[in-house]
């Protein structure tokens, strides 16, 4: 009997637009490879509302986790 693989060859990692954010997923990134070299990492941007509302104060608007509840 053959054994079938259901590994993943491909991973996508959601990160914000920011330096920090950015440089962070990065990591991750760099990490996951040297553990599985044989899988894709894409880092995809995402813009949440937090980022978008610069005019309001964010307690206002849903404080801290309105950016990490749209990742």
Avoid: N
């Amino acid at each position: 009997m053959s054994k079938v693989s259901h590994e993943r060859s491909a991973v996508v990692l959601g990160t914000r637009g920011s330096k920090l954010a950015v440089h962070q997923s990065e990591w991750v990134q760099a990490q996951l490879h040297a553990l599985a070299p044989h899988v894709t990492v894409t880092l995809r941007r995402i813009q949440t509302s937090g980022d978008k509302i610069l005019d309001v104060p964010l307690a206002q608007i849903g404080g801290k986790g309105l950016f990490v509840k749209e990742i």
